[in-house]
């Protein structure tokens, strides 16, 4: 019904719209091409896992605001469908006798339809939620630094989109239905009801191609328009799941490789020294604060949001769109224009931003290489982490104690050593905290009565072991990790065929996970797990126990990174002892303050602390003891605990079960 | 501004360690940079800092002195020599001062030469002034800040601890100085510093290279012994009278009163 000039039109206006599609794409690929490193190569099960679970069902969205999700779901859908109508709707008008006919048309006009419907509905719902409601979900405190076009960005971008989705779907429901004047159709139930509303007796012929002109401007001006809005987040969410290969855990790091003698630069903090990941992340980002609500430090009040950063970083690089040939000249650094340095620092290395990100973004990634950055290329770190690196130089302990100190607390205690035991079942890796920290002695003390009482083949290294270097890496020295993983794993290999166990998350998490890069394959077990192991095979007898109940503290990288989850919760269940959850429990835990080197220096500026806002929630569970498994978060708590009105013991899940062992062992 | 810092590596006492045969057993001990060398490494960079100049740290001792070095070139110096002696701790200080003095000879001497107060591990603090006299050189004790810097003359004034007060002088230079703490915490090496350290070339001399004989060179004879272990007696204090003079028995039998 279009007529030859219109058509003529209407076909210029689609090369346009489709040349400056492609010169976007093509822009894309330069400013891609500035990150370092390659992008993993797509294979076909990721690419249908993604399609599938992460396109069609959205599957990490769901875990937080169902609402939401529902008509953002709706509005997904009825964008995928809209690509058919769009399509054969410009079909259609070109060759008015191409219409799908039967069964398959009907269904065709019916899903258009309904999905018209519910796309308007859930975008009504959209507005309604961040201008009517205003909702909180989706501010950034405004002390936290965002560029300024960043914040005309979000607002100009949110009211551009929202109107053009109106349009486009409105337009094209109206001009169907005045299509429909003369004769309903059963399969087009909103267009037909509109169409009695409007009650015109002849087809509008004029309103029609007003409409329908509507729905195919917008359409045109949208796709090229996509670059500047978050919107494109469509088409970079499914590459950033199909580009990026399987992480190990969520707080994988960038490999580096030291023996590199030509590196110059280490970690980032520029944009062209970020992995092109980093570039993924940023037009993925849909801007849903969700890292942000579940950042720790973000809720104690410091300047990190997670959300800042991305959103940042895609403002940044937007400023290159146009031009981005000339990206490599921004002498900025990330620093100044992403993310302050104070909050670089605040972060906990907690993981629950990469985590809980449904378009598979990784904040902490990038945190983590400008630590690298300012650390080792820069040399600027807090103060404080020279004592650290210091006495992990030294003493190969972050205490700075003397190594020969480190079977101390096993005084009193028959803890064989390797050297009493060279062929142990089980090689008991005990910690710097175990080692040397007062609260955490008090856990291995359990832990050894509760190996001594299960009557197995265990040994410890006590001189032969130092720290892993976890502090050192997520602080950003990642040559002084480097100098000590490969130490470990000398002593390490030693015992190849020993089950290793460690009564410390992060010593589990890095020997399991990250020494792997040096070519480790080390058979690790946290001590929770070994403990429940015992439990069932019934090598502990355990006494009936208490009644009060006890809340447990999933530790981060033991919970939401490693997936460990249930031994310590079915260990205190079989002991009799009952248990309160946390409102934030399993992958959703709530990071005590202690990580990303968060132990050996000053809290960043904040309005309240981490450790007292966890030890709050676990107050509110009304548990009478608060348990946990990391020496990190015993710290933390016990801190929180000495300075609150109300104390409740921390203690391990160790000690927990110490206590009802019958008989301890001679 | 030519600046030579005379360093040492030191028996690190804050770990423990075991002496045998008269001697540090190096098995059972570790060894770290004197932490007083580290200040006079700190202060030496500062002033080169501002007033231009190049550092260069010399040390006499075995191969793990290196360590120390690197250390220094870690945190910024741009030269270390190693003067490789077996056992640095068997020369008297005497020699030991000639050997240095020797080695800066051959470095064509310097405009300052610092030290730091005293070893961490005797804790004589005797070597700058002997260097001073063999070197022939001003030597000021205890320096702790530099003042002013008059180029034309080659006049520096600086604060230095007197017998009770601080006192500033003006001198010529060459100089000797022996440094304390208050030019402030000795920097942390940088990554990169480190880096470049580890791969420097270090130019190791022995005494022949210095024009010197071992046979010039008279052992200090020091011979260490291990504290003798401390012993505790319990006395029993129901009674006073019997207890003070229990207690004044003991101090007899010492000779203490
Ligand atoms: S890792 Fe944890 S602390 Fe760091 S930005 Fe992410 S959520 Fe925040
Ligand atoms: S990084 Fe992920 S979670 Fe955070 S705002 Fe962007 S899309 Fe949302």
New interface residues.
Partial sequence: MFSLIEKLILFILISLSFILTLKWIRHFKILIQHGKGSLHKPIIPLIAKTIFLDLVLLKPTWRKRFITNLSHLFIVWGFLFYLFVNFFDILTLFFPNLVLQGLIGNLFRLFADVFSGFILLSISYFVLRRWLWKSPALKIRPEIPLLPSAKTGIKRDSILVASLIFLHVGSRLIGESLRLVQHTDPWQPLASSLSIIWGFSVFPAGLWHLFTWLTILTILVFIPYFPFSKHIHLIFTPLNFIFKPERKTITELEHLDLEDETLEIFGANQFDQLPKTAFLDAYACIMCMRCQEVCPPYQAGSLLSPAALEINKRYALQEFFTKPETLGLNQDTLTVQVIPEEAVWACTACGACTDICPVNNEPLRDILEIRRHLTLTQNEFPKPFEILYKNLERQTNPWGLPQKDRLRWADGLSVPTVEENPTPDYLWWVGCAGAFDNRAQKTSVAMAKILNHSQVSYAVLGELESCTGDSARRTGREDIFYEMALNNLEVLNQFPSAKIITTCPHCYHTLKNEYVEFGANLDVMHHTELIQQFVQENKLTLNTPSSSPVTYHDPCYLGRVNQVFDPPRETLQDSGISLTELSQNKANTFCCGAGGGQMWKENEPSQSQVNHIRYQQALNTQAACLATACPFCKTMFSDAAASHKQQIPVLDIAELIVSQIEKEPL | MKIIVCIKQVV?I???FRISNGEIDPDQS?T?LNPWDEFAIEAALQIAESYGGEVTVITVGTMDSQTGLRHALAMGCQQAIHVVEENPDQLAGLDLAKTLSAAVYKLEGADLILFGKQSADFEYGILPALFAQVHSTLFIPFVSAIDGWDASNQMLTLTHQGHSEKQQVSAKLPLVLSINKDFGEPR?P??????KAKKAEIPQWNLSDLGLESTDLIPSGLELKAEPQKTLTWIDGTNPETAAAEIKTILHKEGLI
């Fill in positions: 690190d804050t770990n423990h570790s770290i942390f940088s990554f990169m510093g480190s880096r």
